[in-house]
């Protein structure tokens, strides 16, 4: 009997509990569905995004809120049914060095991605975050040439997709997929309660999927099922290709 491999998908995120907050439905929902997930946080948003850790006191170092976070992002990922790998290529600033480009170049190489989720293009709030999907992009970008290690598999065209930031208005975000995550929000929720560093974020990332749910209800045909209660928001940015409109 012919083995088929798994489908893939890969999640590049700027700070190691993005992913959970802006896609730990899709990861979830996908890894049920048989795909092998993979995650590449690209820091630890030790520096910016870990300020209930240090406000533990003088005893608290970087090193020790690396460590925390890491631990996190790894209960998180276990929760969601993917993989995870970090770069830790710091955070604010997020700088990337050719090596950290052709590193992510060999991730995706590695991994062949069915599709990619990362940040979106623009965020004047967070500027770790675009330049977080910038890599990503590139990295794809030289994942296809031939002339990139010659000899390896290179990738196709895998779609990438942007998941929702915080403040979608001001990042020029605006969804064209709506995720239906209500049969994995169980996980997804036992995941964002793992980022015990930003626990302030646990409702209002659950009041974006009950949001998002809704809507998602809105834009489904007659005929489909009407039992969505949580939902993600993606934006596309290559167009898709299809042979019906259906």
Known sequence: MNHIPAKTALVVSAHSADFVWRAGGAIALHAAQGYNVHIVCLSFGERGESAKLWRKGAEMTESKVKAARR????????????TIEFFDIGDYPMRADKETLFRLADVFRRVQPEFVLSHSLKDPYNYDHPLAVHLAQ????????EGYKPGEKIVGAPPVYSFEPHQPEQCDWKPDVLLDITEVW?????????????????EYYTRVALQRGVQ???NIGITAK???IYGEGY????????????
Request: proline content about 2%.
């Open 226 to 228: 009407k039992d969505i």
């Open 71 to 82: 631990e996190e992002a790894q209960a998180a990922a276990d929760i969601l049914g993917a």
């Open 235 to 246: 934006q596309s940015i290559f167009p898709r290709v299809t042979e019906n409109l259906g």
């Open 138 to 145: 590139e990295a794809r970008i030289i994942a296809q040439a």
């Open 186 to 202: 169980d996980k997804k929720y036992a995941a964002i309660q793992c980022m015990a560093g930003q626990e302030h974020l646990w």
């Open 216 to 218: 998602a209800k809105r």
